[in-house]
Structures are given as C-alpha cells and as structure tokens.
C-alpha cells in the first residue's frame, strides 16, 4: 500500500491517475485527518483512506482484509473495499447513511424509536460475532496494529495513585476483577472494538440503523466488550439489546459484566488523559465524571 510522507491533494490525485486511472482535478478532493491516517472525499461519493506511514499501511491493509471478508456475510452496510484487497490504493465504497452521535439522544424520549434502535444494535453484533469461524477470526485478528483498548490491568493500575482516593480506591477492585476475566477469557469473538452511535449510519428517511465503520480497533475478544459504550443510551436500552443478541446468537450475556467493561473503559480514558494531557478532548474532570458514574452501576462480574 502506497505512503504519502506529504498528504497533500496533488499528490493524491498523481495516485489516483497512476493507481487508478481516475483523473481528478486535485481541488475536486476533500482531505481531512482522521487520528492516524487521512482520508480523500471523492465527487462521486467514494472514498480513499490514505496512511501517511508505514504503520498506518499495515493497519490500513489489515482493516481493509477484514471488511472484502466481512461485507457479504452480514446484512448490514461496511464499507466496501473496491478493487483487489491488496490494492496499492484503500479506495472503498461509503457505508451509506446520515451519521452523528446526536441520533443517541433520541432513545431518551422516544421508547418506540428506542426499541427498534435497540433490535438493530443487537442484531448487528450478532451477525458480526457469528460471521467468522475461530480459526477465521485468529487470522483476520492477527497482528493487531493498535494497543488493547480497554487497557490491560497491569497499565490500568499504574494510574490508579493519580485518581482521588475514594476514586482510585473504587477503580482499584474493578481492576481486580477485570483481570480475573482476562484470566478466564475462552468465550473470544471477532469484535468491533469501538461499537457506538459515533461510528453508525442511519437511514436519511427512517432514521434506522443501517451500517458501522471504523473497524480500526477490531481484535479477537470477549464477545461482551462490544457492549461497553452501549450503556450510554441507559440501562433499558442495554438490556433490549442483550435480550435482541441472546435471541439471535443463542448465547447468555451477562450484564454486570459488560457493566465491568463500561467501567475499565472509562478508567482506561483516565489513564490515556494522564498520559496525554495536551490532547483534544475531554479533560480529566469530565473523564473523571465518567468513571465515577460508571463504577457506581458497575456489578460483580
């Protein structure tokens, strides 16, 4: 996969006509910066994921592996690589839809909305965690390119001493039993990684789910990971969507313990703001809110 040490709109439109040949004015292209790579925005709706490193090539080509598997087997929309898999180019296909993480606010006011919105989440992530055999999901999973996110619990206590005592004391036992479940983890599926609202696409006239992007972070895990973010919409909703993948994958879930991973998640964001303090984003007051809230329903796992 081709390098842009310089991302510039020039450059990519060489590649495009020497790749490609497509011959695109090269003020034709929408460029913008997503964490670790770029990405160009075609007239015709297609896009192009660009890496500005070695590194993000490899992740780029692993993401693009996984999504030419993936897309036939599931009913619900990808991005779709277009052209060979080991294509110089990651030119893909849009998951078509609106995007926006304020389509989650909807499920506070608006049960019906929210139920069906709930069915659909559970019925994606059981046709992801069932679409591949295991030793599929090894192979697609191997060489992860990203750090395990939640953190593991050996870097997750390293940050506790900077947590406010009673905080850090509360945080202290979920790291405990987080690490009991790494320890007897059997039960691993190929899963998203960062399973949310922010990375959905809604249809433009229903308004229902209708796709998921960014499989950056996908690894072999515990299948109830993919559940962490989804306590964001509430507990009913949580539980609407375990009951909608428990009816369709024939597997029990538990919730305490996706409660557990919502909690080393937001413990994990406190310790990668530590870290990273000049990042953008939510400071330490507001991700020490969340972890807060987050161990208060946090359950025995």
């Not at 991302?7 to 090269?26: H, I, R």
């Not at 994921?49 to 993000?56: F, G, S, V």
């Not at 490899?58 to 690589?81: D, G």
């Not at 990651?90 to 069906?116: I, K, M, S, Y």
Request: net charge neutral; aromatic share 10%; with cysteine.
């Amino acid at each position: 996969m081709l390098i842009f040490e310089a991302v510039t709109a020039e450059a990519v439109a060489d590649a495009l006509a020497s790749q490609l040949g497509l011959s695109l004015f090269p003020r034709a292209l929408l460029l913008s910066r997503h964490d670790w790579r770029w990405m160009a925005e075609l007239p015709d709706g297609r896009i192009v994921l660009l890496a500005p490193t070695a590194t993000a090539a490899a992740r780029l080509l692993r993401e693009r592996r996984l999504l030419a598997a993936l897309a036939p087997r599931v009913t619900f929309a990808v991005q779709r690589p277009i052209g060979e898999v080991e294509a110089p180019l990651d030119l893909r296909a849009r998951a078509p839809g609106l995007t926006g993480v304020e389509w989650r606010w909807r499920t506070l006011f608006d049960p019906a909305w929210a139920a069906t919105f709930a069915d659909d989440m559970g019925r994606f992530l059981a046709e992801l965690h069932g679409a591949f055999s295991s030793n599929e999901a090894s192979r697609l999973a191997a060489d992860p390119a990203s750090l395990p996110w939640p953190m593991p619990a050996a870097r997750l206590r390293e940050h506790l001493r900077f947590l406010p005592p009673p905080l850090g004391r509360a945080a202290g036992h979920a790291v405990d039993r987080y690490e009991r479940l790494a320890e007897n983890d059997h039960d691993r599926v190929l899963a998203h990684g960062d399973f949310g609202s922010h990375n959905f696409a809604f249809d433009a006239a229903t308004h229902r789910l209708t796709g998921v992007f960014d499989f950056e972070e996908f690894a072999l895990q515990d299948r109830h990971s993919d559940f962490k973010y989804l306590l964001a919409h509430g507990e009913a909703v949580l539980r609407d969507v375990a009951a909608a993948y428990e009816a369709r994958a024939g597997v029990s879930l538990s919730l305490p313990r996706i409660r557990l991973y919502h909690a080393v998640t937001a413990l994990s964001f406190v310790a990668w703001r530590i870290e990273n303090p000049a990042a953008p984003g939510a400071g330490l007051p507001q991700a020490h809110w969340w972890l807060a809230l987050a161990l208060t329903t946090c359950g025995n796992a």
